[in-house]
């Protein structure tokens, strides 16, 4: 399944050294399941041919609003009216200008100008549907920072863009700063996000990840195998749905998701000093770290060496907190403010052990995997226990089932809606 299966890509090149990436980010789209049509303005044309980026859209491009090709000589009008979305990518400063004034004297900008801002998919009698507007900005660090760059793109999103940020580093021109084009996967992680459905628009989303480290001595720990990949997943998805998201991560080499505030911990304790202080703020925490059962009573302050006696080390263990159970018993979860969900490892009997499990953590909602199927695989099977009984979701990407879980938290947390407590 991919995730831009039947959308149709309107992608605009206005001029600006980034249009490298666009080559990049056209051949992402398409990979994703997207259709795409290119629209140059002649200043993109200076930096990428038309022809490189006709080979990778496998359409022709766009470049004339006099393009004899239409039949009703209307390319600006009858290429938006085709698009899901229209996403200018590399933006330039002069493009942002000219699309806040409604300047119309290329295709690209008549095109923008044209494209309907309201109305529904597929009415009748030719009705046109809104076509969003999609923004990459791309310049100098300068270019940027100035009060009409920033002026332009407040309007611009006050007109009904969204606009798509800008990344932050080494520029082509030798400076260094904010201006620089999002990279194409950044670009292809937002536009999929844009067409998921807003499920926790309003809510603040705590999610829990990964294995935790819990130190021996300063070199040896014990940890576990989780990869962290389901939550950063769940993280991923709820992003996706809207909601601001904050994601608590042991010990895992993942990228963190767009637009999800990262935190990485070790051991259990600290996951639990950042759990606790977050939750205060957040309206759902999602649980799906594999945190330590025990940790070594005292951590040694040197390394443990071996004394020649062939006797490993006495170690003692302390039984580490419960950080799902005491954010359950927090009186913000008990109100109602927060709707918590906890994850189940089992290797077997997963119905009765989820069960047991979310009376045991008070929670109105307790996720079943089978551990040893699903630890560091890309793809997992969930079983879904809540007062009102049973719901399996079968074995999908992790990415999927996140999503399918988030619609359901969303019924569940969204009856009663986002809350501060
Ligand atoms: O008891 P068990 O580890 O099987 O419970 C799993 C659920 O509880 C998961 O949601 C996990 O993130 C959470 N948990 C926790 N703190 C612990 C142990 C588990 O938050 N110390």
């Keep these: 399944m991919t995730d831009l299966a039947g959308k149709h890509i309107v ?55 006099w393009d004899a090709r239409e039949p009703n000589n209307m390319a600006h009008i009858n290429l938006s009216r085709e698009a899901d979305a229209i996403l200018i990518a590399p933006c330039s400063a002069d493009f942002m200008a000219k699309l806040l004034h409604g300047r119309a004297d290329d295709l690209l900008s008549l095109m923008c100008l044209a494209r309907p ?14 076509v969003p507007l999609l ?42 700063g904010d201006g620089r084009m999002l990279e194409p996967a950044e670009l292809l992680e937002d536009v999929i996000a844009f067409f998921q459905p807003k499920r926790l628009a ?45 994601l608590v991560a042991g010990p895992v080499s993942l990228p963190t998701p767009r637009g999800v505030t ?17 939750a205060q703020a957040a309206t759902v925490l999602v649980a799906t770290a594999a945190v330590a059962d025990w940790r070594p009573a005292k951590a040694a302050d040197h390394k443990i060496k071996k004394d020649g006696s062939g006797q490993p080390p006495a170690l003692q263990f302390t039984e580490n907190p419960d950080i799902l159970a005491t954010v359950a018993q927090s009186a913000r979860a008990r109100s109602g403010a927060l709707f918590c969900v906890g994850f189940a490892a089992e290797s077997h009997d997963l119905l009765a052990h989820a069960q047991a499990k979310r009376a045991r953590k008070g929670v109105p909602l307790l ?16 079983l879904l226990v809540d007062a009102q009984g049973t719901r399996e979701l079968p074995r ?26």
């Design 11 to 65: 992608l605009g090149l206005s001029g600006g050294i980034a249009c490298y990436k666009a080559a990049e980010l056209c051949r992402a789209l398409i990979r994703e399941g997207a259709t795409v049509q290119v629209v140059m303005t002649e200043a993109a044309a200076q930096f990428i041919t038309p022809v490189t980026m006709q080979a990778l859209s496998n359409r022709p491009v766009y470049g004339s609003q």
């Design 202 to 246: 309003g809510h603040h989303v705590l999610v829990t990840a990964g294995p935790t480290y819990e130190a021996i001595d300063p070199v040896r720990g014990i940890t576990n195998r989780s990869s962290g990949k389901m939550g950063f997943a769940i993280a991923r998805a709820a992003r996706e749905a809207g909601a601001e998201v904050t």
């Design 135 to 176: 923004i990459a900005p791309a310049m100098n660090r300068e270019m940027w920072a100035h009060p009409a760059t920033q002026r332009n793109l407040v309007q611009l999103q006050a007109d009904g863009a969204t606009i798509l940020g800008v990344g932050s580093g080494f520029q082509a021109c030798g400076e260094t």
């Design 367 to 382: 996720v079943g995997n089978i551990g040893p199927a699903t630890f560091g695989q890309d793809d997992n099977a969930l």
């Design 396 to 421: 999908a990407s992790k990415l999927a089932l996140a999503r399918e879980l988030i619609a359901e938290i969303a019924q569940r947390a969204g009856a009663t809606g986002p809350k501060t407590v």
């Design 262 to 278: 990262r935190v990485d911990v070790r051991s259990a304790q600290d996951m639990l000093g950042v759990v606790t202080a977050a």
């Design 117 to 130: 801002l309201s109305g529904e998919a597929g009415g009748p009698g030719g009705a046109s549907k809104a």
